[in-house]
Each structure stands twice: as C-alpha cells, then as structure tokens.
Nanobody
Framework: QVQLVESGGGLVQAGDSLRLECRTSQRTDLQYSMGWFRQAPGKDREFVAGIKWRNGNTNYGDSVKGRFTISRDRYKKTVYLQMNSLKPEDTAVYYC???????????????????WGQGTQVTVSS
C-alpha cells in the first residue's frame, strides 16, 4: 500500500504563493504517475497537475497553466506543487495521488489513480 503524505496548505491572499509537498513511500523508478487534484465544496474533483516519476513529463489543468508548477525529487521521494498568483477560485482541498500506468504523461482522470493522500486545505482570500 502506497502511503502519501501532503503538507504545505494554508490561508493566503490573492496574488500570493504556496508550495505543496507530497511525500510517497513508493519506489520512484517505476512507471508511476503522480497527480495533484483539488476539490472545492459542491464541485467535482479537478485535475491540477501531473508528473511521471521516470521521465519527469508534466501536464497541467487549463485553469492553472502558467501559474502552477509541478516537480519531483526522486531522492526525497517528494512531489511539489508550486502555486503562484493564487486566486480565490483556487480555494479547495488539494489531494496528492499515485497510479501505476504506462502513459507518457500523467493521466487527468482520477480513476487512473489508486492511492490518495489525506488532502490539504488551500484557502485564498480576495
């Protein structure tokens, strides 16, 4: 069972930055995808960003392109989500997820991930 532990959420103002971290217990030399998703109250879970452990390929949801950056540190077994120019609409619980698949890029569908972190709250005030 893969263990995922997120950290770094908090309350910030619009325009501020935050960095989320997700530490994993899994091996990082396999074809795992790591994804960040978010879910706001009353809304569906949304793909934010994804990265492949092996080749480092990244992809992003349309609403965060140009503002968020996902990266990984294979030695620390940690994936990061750097969030800049935060907006009130970025307010949500952010989840880290892991899935074993052979896609060149991390999948955008939450059903492709079988391990999830506990979530971390990000609140952006206007």
């Amino acid at each position: 069972q893969v263990q995922l532990v997120e950290s770094g959420g908090g309350l910030v103002q619009a325009g501020d930055s935050l960095r989320l971290e997700c530490r994993t217990s899994q091996r990082t030399d396999l074809q795992y995808s790591m994804g960040w998703f978010r879910q706001a109250p009353g809304k569906d879970r949304e793909f934010v960003a994804g990265i492949k452990w092996r080749n480092g390929n990244t992809n992003y949801g349309d609403s965060v392109k140009g503002r968020f950056t996902i990266s990984r540190d294979r030695y620390k077994k940690t994936v990061y989500l750097q969030m800049n120019s935060l907006k009130p609409e970025d307010t949500a619980v952010y989840y880290c997820a892991s899935g074993l698949n052979t896609n060149i890029y991390a999948p955008r569908e939450s059903t492709e991930y079988d391990s999830w972190g506990q979530g971390t709250q990000v609140t952006v005030s206007s």
